[in-house]
Protein backbone atom coordinates (compact mmCIF):
# COMPACT_ATOMS: atom_id res chain seq x y z
CA UNK A 1 0.00 0.00 0.00
CA UNK A 2 1.63 3.15 -1.31
CA UNK A 3 0.76 6.42 0.58
CA UNK A 4 -1.07 8.74 -1.51
CA UNK A 5 0.57 11.04 -3.93
CA UNK A 6 4.31 8.77 -3.57
CA UNK A 7 6.32 9.91 -6.61
CA UNK A 8 8.66 6.88 -7.80
CA UNK A 9 11.10 8.62 -9.99
CA UNK A 10 12.80 4.66 -11.73
CA UNK A 11 15.97 4.44 -13.40
CA UNK A 12 15.03 1.14 -14.86
CA UNK A 13 15.60 0.70 -18.65
CA UNK A 14 13.62 -2.73 -18.39
CA UNK A 15 10.80 -3.07 -16.30
CA UNK A 16 9.66 -0.66 -13.08
CA UNK A 17 7.94 -2.90 -10.79
CA UNK A 18 7.05 -6.89 -11.13
CA UNK A 19 3.52 -7.77 -10.25
CA UNK A 20 2.98 -11.39 -8.97
CA UNK A 21 6.13 -13.14 -9.94
CA UNK A 22 9.61 -13.41 -7.80
CA UNK A 23 12.59 -12.54 -9.57
CA UNK A 24 13.08 -15.89 -10.55
CA UNK A 25 10.07 -15.79 -12.51
CA UNK A 26 8.06 -17.91 -9.86
CA UNK A 27 4.83 -17.26 -9.76
CA UNK A 28 3.02 -16.11 -6.55
CA UNK A 29 -0.55 -15.36 -5.65
CA UNK A 30 -3.03 -13.42 -3.56
CA UNK A 31 -0.64 -10.10 -4.71
CA UNK A 32 -2.81 -6.66 -3.97
CA UNK A 33 -0.88 -3.20 -5.12
CA UNK A 34 -2.91 -0.30 -3.59
CA UNK A 35 -0.97 2.83 -5.28
CA UNK A 36 -3.48 5.41 -3.95
CA UNK A 37 -2.55 7.71 -6.84
CA UNK A 38 1.24 6.75 -6.47
CA UNK A 39 2.92 8.46 -10.12
CA UNK A 40 5.27 6.21 -11.37
CA UNK A 41 7.48 8.23 -14.14
CA UNK A 42 9.85 6.49 -16.44
CA UNK A 43 13.22 6.85 -17.27
CA UNK A 44 13.43 9.70 -19.80
CA UNK A 45 13.32 8.02 -23.77
CA UNK A 46 13.35 4.51 -22.47
CA UNK A 47 11.99 1.20 -23.76
CA UNK A 48 11.41 0.48 -19.84
CA UNK A 49 7.74 -1.18 -18.68
CA UNK A 50 6.08 0.22 -15.59
CA UNK A 51 3.87 -2.35 -14.11
CA UNK A 52 4.45 -6.10 -15.77
CA UNK A 53 2.28 -9.24 -14.34
CA UNK A 54 4.79 -11.58 -16.29
CA UNK A 55 7.96 -13.68 -15.43
CA UNK A 56 11.07 -11.88 -15.60
CA UNK A 57 12.82 -15.16 -16.97
CA UNK A 58 11.66 -18.64 -18.35
CA UNK A 59 7.83 -20.47 -19.25
CA UNK A 60 6.71 -20.97 -15.33
CA UNK A 61 4.37 -24.17 -14.54
CA UNK A 62 2.03 -22.55 -13.03
CA UNK A 63 0.08 -18.90 -12.64
CA UNK A 64 -0.68 -16.38 -10.68
CA UNK A 65 -3.89 -16.05 -8.92
CA UNK A 66 -5.67 -12.81 -6.84
CA UNK A 67 -3.73 -10.24 -8.26
CA UNK A 68 -4.97 -6.58 -7.70
CA UNK A 69 -2.99 -3.54 -8.53
CA UNK A 70 -4.88 -0.33 -8.14
CA UNK A 71 -4.71 3.24 -8.15
CA UNK A 72 -1.35 4.40 -10.02
CA UNK A 73 -0.76 6.79 -12.49
CA UNK A 74 2.40 6.43 -15.09
CA UNK A 75 4.00 8.57 -16.62
CA UNK A 76 5.58 6.97 -19.70
CA UNK A 77 8.25 9.58 -19.97
CA UNK A 78 8.29 8.71 -24.07
CA UNK A 79 9.04 5.01 -23.48
CA UNK A 80 8.63 3.15 -26.32
CA UNK A 81 7.41 0.34 -24.31
CA UNK A 82 4.10 -0.79 -22.51
CA UNK A 83 2.95 0.74 -19.54
CA UNK A 84 1.00 -2.24 -18.63
CA UNK A 85 1.73 -5.79 -19.54
CA UNK A 86 0.22 -9.13 -18.62
CA UNK A 87 1.83 -12.01 -20.02
CA UNK A 88 2.64 -15.81 -18.88
CA UNK A 89 5.43 -16.60 -21.46
CA UNK A 90 3.52 -19.78 -22.89
CA UNK A 91 3.78 -21.84 -26.03
CA UNK A 92 1.12 -20.49 -28.68
CA UNK A 93 1.69 -24.46 -31.01
CA UNK A 94 -0.48 -26.26 -27.83
CA UNK A 95 -3.59 -25.37 -26.36
CA UNK A 96 -2.92 -23.29 -22.76
CA UNK A 97 -4.68 -25.10 -19.58
CA UNK A 98 -5.89 -22.89 -17.12
CA UNK A 99 -3.27 -23.44 -14.49
CA UNK A 100 -0.79 -21.59 -16.64
CA UNK A 101 -3.23 -18.72 -17.70
CA UNK A 102 -2.93 -15.84 -15.14
CA UNK A 103 -6.13 -15.90 -13.43
CA UNK A 104 -8.35 -13.61 -11.23
CA UNK A 105 -6.45 -10.40 -11.82
CA UNK A 106 -8.14 -6.92 -11.49
CA UNK A 107 -5.88 -3.76 -12.77
CA UNK A 108 -7.79 -0.84 -12.07
CA UNK A 109 -8.23 3.13 -11.39
CA UNK A 110 -5.31 4.08 -13.28
CA UNK A 111 -4.12 6.41 -15.27
CA UNK A 112 -1.57 5.97 -18.28
CA UNK A 113 0.14 8.55 -20.30
CA UNK A 114 3.23 10.60 -22.30
CA UNK A 115 3.43 6.97 -23.99
CA UNK A 116 4.83 6.78 -27.41
CA UNK A 117 3.65 2.96 -27.78
CA UNK A 118 1.19 0.28 -27.13
CA UNK A 119 0.14 1.48 -23.24
CA UNK A 120 -1.77 -1.33 -22.07
CA UNK A 121 -0.90 -4.81 -23.57
CA UNK A 122 -2.60 -8.47 -23.00
CA UNK A 123 0.11 -10.42 -24.52
CA UNK A 124 -1.17 -13.75 -24.05
CA UNK A 125 -2.17 -16.53 -21.21
CA UNK A 126 -4.54 -14.68 -19.05
CA UNK A 127 -8.41 -15.11 -18.26
CA UNK A 128 -10.72 -14.33 -15.59
CA UNK A 129 -9.27 -10.84 -15.92
CA UNK A 130 -11.53 -7.51 -15.00
CA UNK A 131 -10.04 -4.28 -15.92
CA UNK A 132 -11.53 -1.19 -14.95
CA UNK A 133 -11.56 2.47 -14.41
CA UNK A 134 -8.51 3.08 -17.17
CA UNK A 135 -7.72 6.01 -18.57
CA UNK A 136 -5.16 5.02 -21.52
CA UNK A 137 -3.77 8.39 -22.66
CA UNK A 138 -1.99 8.32 -26.08
CA UNK A 139 -2.04 11.62 -27.33
CA UNK A 140 1.52 12.30 -26.89
CA UNK A 141 2.63 9.62 -29.77
CA UNK A 142 4.42 11.01 -32.43
CA UNK A 143 2.81 11.33 -35.70
CA UNK A 144 3.80 8.24 -37.92
CA UNK A 145 4.16 6.41 -34.71
CA UNK A 146 2.47 2.91 -35.06
CA UNK A 147 0.60 2.07 -32.14
CA UNK A 148 -2.67 0.41 -30.15
CA UNK A 149 -2.69 2.09 -27.19
CA UNK A 150 -4.88 -1.12 -26.11
CA UNK A 151 -4.15 -4.41 -27.38
CA UNK A 152 -5.35 -7.45 -26.52
CA UNK A 153 -4.04 -10.47 -28.80
CA UNK A 154 -2.56 -13.66 -27.55
CA UNK A 155 1.13 -14.72 -28.98
CA UNK A 156 2.40 -16.15 -25.56
CA UNK A 157 -1.11 -18.22 -24.55
CA UNK A 158 -4.65 -18.02 -24.80
CA UNK A 159 -6.52 -14.93 -23.63
CA UNK A 160 -10.26 -15.02 -22.52
CA UNK A 161 -12.88 -14.31 -20.12
CA UNK A 162 -11.27 -10.79 -19.45
CA UNK A 163 -13.65 -8.00 -19.05
CA UNK A 164 -13.52 -4.21 -19.70
CA UNK A 165 -15.31 -1.69 -17.65
CA UNK A 166 -15.20 2.02 -18.13
CA UNK A 167 -12.14 2.46 -20.10
CA UNK A 168 -11.60 5.30 -21.73
CA UNK A 169 -8.82 5.22 -24.42
CA UNK A 170 -7.48 8.41 -26.30
CA UNK A 171 -4.69 8.58 -29.62
CA UNK A 172 -2.84 11.07 -31.36
CA UNK A 173 -5.12 11.51 -34.33
CA UNK A 174 -2.66 10.87 -36.85
CA UNK A 175 -1.49 7.41 -36.51
CA UNK A 176 -2.31 3.96 -34.75
CA UNK A 177 -5.16 2.22 -33.23
CA UNK A 178 -7.09 3.41 -30.19
CA UNK A 179 -7.76 -0.23 -29.95
CA UNK A 180 -6.48 -3.56 -31.46
CA UNK A 181 -7.75 -7.17 -30.88
CA UNK A 182 -6.14 -10.37 -32.78
CA UNK A 183 -5.89 -13.71 -32.10
CA UNK A 184 -2.35 -15.24 -32.46
CA UNK A 185 -1.04 -14.30 -36.30
CA UNK A 186 1.89 -17.40 -36.27
CA UNK A 187 0.10 -19.54 -38.73
CA UNK A 188 0.97 -22.76 -37.08
CA UNK A 189 -0.63 -21.29 -33.41
CA UNK A 190 -3.65 -22.78 -31.89
CA UNK A 191 -3.96 -20.45 -29.18
CA UNK A 192 -6.94 -17.93 -28.92
CA UNK A 193 -8.34 -14.88 -27.58
CA UNK A 194 -11.90 -15.15 -27.12
CA UNK A 195 -14.84 -14.22 -24.70
CA UNK A 196 -13.99 -9.99 -24.24
CA UNK A 197 -16.35 -8.08 -22.65
CA UNK A 198 -16.68 -3.88 -22.84
CA UNK A 199 -18.94 -2.19 -20.69
Known sequence: IFEAGTQ????STTVAFVVAYTSSGTPLNNIYWYGNGAILTLLAGSSAIGIQIRPTTGTPTTAPRN????GFIINGNGS???LIKVS????????????????????????LYNNYFSSFNIF???TNGLIENVLIDNSAVPAGNDYSAL???SPEG????ITFINVMVKGNGHSGQVLEIQGNVNPDAVV????????
Open 8 to 11: INTT
Open 67 to 70: VVVD
Open 80 to 82: TSN
Open 88 to 111: NNQSYTSQTPYSLQISNFIIRNMY
Open 124 to 126: GSA
Open 151 to 153: IIH
Open 158 to 161: TVNN
Open 192 to 199: VTSHLRFI
